[in-house]
């Protein structure tokens, strides 16, 4: 069974940064994607970033580009996303997931594993 557990979110002020991890355990995610994803209030689930299994490709919504940064450590199974320059409007829970097919992707009905999300507030 494969559970991913997300980390690092809180309360920061706008222009602040926060780094949020996403610890998986029960398969190794060295031939996954990994993707970040987000929900604000009243909003549907969008696609923040995501990665490939290597790491050699990357994938970034347009909202975060030049903001965000998506990384992995398949040792250590974990994914990370530091977010730099932060803002009101990236208030939102935040999802980690994985898909097991290994190449970007930014479908989130793609996605086959999803962990229960952290919270990010950013307050202006």
């Known amino acids: 069974q494969v559970q991913l557990v997300e980390s690092g979110g809180g309360l920061v002020q706008a222009g602040g940064s926060l780094r949020l991890s996403c610890a998986v355990s029960g398969r190794t995610i060295s031939t996954y994607c990994m993707g970040w994803f987000r929900q604000a209030p009243g909003k549907e689930r969008e696609i923040v970033a995501a990665?490939?299994?290597?790491?050699?490709?990357?994938y970034y919504a347009d909202s975060v580009k030049g903001r965000f940064t998506i990384s992995r450590d398949n040792a250590k199974n974990t994914v990370y996303l530091q977010m730099n320059s932060l803002k009101p409007e990236d208030t939102a829970v935040y999802y980690c997931?994985?898909?097991?097919?290994?190449?970007?992707?930014?479908?989130?009905?793609?996605?086959?594993?999803w962990g229960q999300g952290t919270q990010v507030t950013v307050s202006s």
């Open positions: 990665i490939s299994w290597s790491g050699g490709s990357t």
């Open positions: 997931a994985a898909e097991t097919a290994g190449w970007v992707q930014y479908q989130i009905t793609e996605y086959d594993y």
